[in-house]
């Protein structure tokens, strides 16, 4: 059982900096420059829509930490989450959803950039938090940074190189690595759900609900900061979006890779899960309501 264990462990640590190397990667082969520069053209939709993803999730996960009185490591799990703004699969759900995909992108785009550097420095502040009752807990901030910005930010840029020098084998491969980088992503999950064990289902029943009432929140809160910031229907879906969903892989190369703590990485696994509920409804409801308007 102890051997089965250590390669589990083994498995996780070696295949979670590989499947997140891989999906950045081809995410990377899908940006150009423009997808940064159209930040300065829509200034007010980006700048809100930034700032949202950045801080209410964070804000949310303080709120639910208290309420719930959530276990540290459950705690961590989830705040460590909520400071990952979300990933290419957004982007998927904004076109299915008739939303901005150009402010998506954009988003996206730039929390890739940004967040290597901000998760470590919050992430310490939640340790001391949580774990070291107010005292400074030993957290490779500098190594961590490293490792994100290796996993995160270089793939991204040789992808975009990729798709700038040689456009026609980028977009021959990029299908074949992002499929390839969500199986093995997959696969890393399911270790580390069979690498929980028994602990699985009293922590899963715990960070479910915490988990469904942070998606929800996030998701309403920022439908309705777009909507005070006068923003257009399509961007205020990609807001709304944007805000609900988080990067769960780097989430967990934190949790993982980093504090090697299974039972952290429950709430980013669960998170990636349920999150798909809401954002399928959302998809699902406005392409609806705009087929009813078309044919009314």
């Not at 719930?68 to 076109?95: D, H, K, R």
């Not at 009752?133 to 910005?149: D, H, R, S, W, Y």
Request: charged share 10%; proline share 6%.
């Amino acid at each position: 059982m102890l051997g089965s264990a250590m390669e589990l462990d083994s498995v996780i640590r070696a295949g979670l900096p590989v499947a997140l190397f891989l999906i950045m990667l081809s995410m990377g082969m899908t940006l150009r420059g423009a997808d940064f520069k159209r930040v300065a053209i829509r200034p007010r939709a980006f700048t809100l829509g930034f700032a949202s993803q950045m801080l209410l999730p964070p804000i949310l996960a303080i709120g639910l930490v208290i309420v719930f009185a959530l276990p540290p490591e459950l705690a961590v799990g989830l705040m460590v989450l909520s400071f990952c703004p979300s990933g290419t699969t957004s982007n998927l759900f904004s076109y299915l959803s008739g939303a901005d995909v150009a402010l998506s992108i954009s988003l996206t785009a730039v929390a890739s950039v940004v967040t290597p550097f901000t998760v470590p420095l919050l992430t310490v502040q939640v340790l001391g938090w949580q774990i070291g009752a107010g005292q400074p807990v030993p957290f490779p901030v500098l190594k961590t940074m490293l490792q994100l910005a290796v996993i995160v930010v270089l793939p991204v840029a040789a992808g975009m190189l990729w798709r700038d020098r040689a456009s026609v084998s980028c977009a021959r491969w990029q299908p074949v690595l992002q499929r390839f980088s969500v199986t093995l992503f997959v696969l890393v999950i399911v270790a580390i759900i069979i690498n929980q064990g028994n602990n699985l289902l009293p922590y899963l029943a715990m960070a479910g609900a915490v988990c469904m009432v942070m998606i929800l929140a996030a998701m309403t809160l920022g439908w309705l900061v777009a909507r005070l910031g006068r923003l257009s229907v399509r961007q205020v879906k990609t807001i709304s979006i944007e805000v609900g969903m988080q990067h769960g892989g780097m989430a967990l190369v934190v949790t993982q890779g980093v504090l090697l703590n299974s039972t952290m990485s429950v709430v980013p696994v669960m998170y990636g899960l349920l999150m798909l509920i809401p954002v399928l409804t959302l998809v699902v409801g406005t392409r609806w309501r705009e087929r009813r308007g078309r044919f009314a």
